[in-house]
């Protein structure tokens, strides 16, 4: 005699067991195998930070998506991002009206830019107006702001870096930013960190992140007493900050699967829980 057929409840409950294993389990972050591929993600260092941390969280959520994060600053945030060169942009500077106009933008936090001085001096902070003294060339030596008899000694980033721009805008405002001749102009916070190590007297704008406040041999000046740490950056308690971007193509429907993930993803609290730590 003929089994009986299962009834239709047990066939229902089967397939949504065996649909659940092939996706890798309910909350696993696994059921997306059509994500995968290499994503080129290019910008300033001044949002590398919030890029990689997001980036890495992703990754770990997609295994198939790679990607290659590049240090190439934030006008390549915005252009190669435009000219489709690039998947993904980061940038540490506000974008102008036509790069907002060529590019989809969100923003993903704040970086801040401090003033690097060597640990041997022994000034802790200054205001906005003692800063601008010490870069135009009004204050010439330490002893005019507090310190020791000890000369300046002058080092900025290159004019088009978003850490200068933030600097000339914030501590020059309306007035054109102007430095003494025997300024010497660093083109990345590796080289700037190396140049204030070697001088006591040094002075160099930097941005506020991680691996700048634990290079040996320096340290970074407070503004009006508040510390420039990440966590005043982020409540904004420290002044000298500026808003960083995420960038992405205007048309994201015609854009790699991934890369509309990926901006989902941001948007979303797992990705606004990751950008909680900056």
């Known amino acids: 005699m003929r089994s009986p057929a299962p009834r239709l409840p047990l066939v229902l409950a089967a397939l949504v067991v065996l649909a659940t294993a092939a996706c890798g389990g309910i909350g696993s972050g696994q059921g997306s195998a059509t994500l995968e591929g290499r994503l080129v993600a290019v910008g300033g260092g ?41 998947d993904l942009g980061f940038a540490s500077r506000d974008p102008s009206d036509d790069e907002r106009a060529k590019n989809g933008i969100l923003e993903i936090g704040a970086s801040g830019t401090g003033i690097a001085v060597s640990t041997s001096n022994p000034v802790f902070s200054l205001s906005k107006d003692q800063l601008r003294d010490l870069f135009s060339g009004k204050a010439t030596n330490w002893s005019a702001l507090g310190g020791q008899n000890v000369p300046v000694k002058r080092f900025v980033r290159e004019p088009t870096s978003a850490t200068r721009l933030s600097f000339d805008s914030f501590i020059f405002g309306e007035a054109t930013a102007t ?6 102009v660093a083109f990345s916070n590796d080289e700037m960190v190396l140049g204030v190590r070697s001088f006591s007297g040094a002075a160099g704008m930097v941005t506020v992140k991680a691996d700048v406040l634990k290079a040996p041999g320096i340290k970074i ?14 409540t904004g308690s420290y002044r000298f900050r500026r808003a960083v971007y995420l960038t992405y193509p205007t048309d994201l429907a015609a854009a790699k699967p991934a890369v509309r993930a990926f901006v989902d993803f941001v948007r979303s609290p797992e990705g606004q829980k990751v950008l909680e730590g900056f």
Do not use: C, E, W
Request: aromatic share 6%.
């Open 179 to 184: 430095y003494p001749p025997d300024t010497v």
């Open 221 to 234: 000046l407070g503004l009006d007493g508040i510390a420039a740490t990440p966590d005043n950056v982020r």
């Open 46 to 86: 001044g949002a590398i930070d919030q890029m990689n941390a997001l980036a890495k969280r992703f990754a770990q959520l997609h295994p198939g998506v790679r990607f290659d994060v590049q240090n190439l600053g934030s006008d390549g945030g915005y252009s190669l991002v435009a000219t489709g060169h690039a």
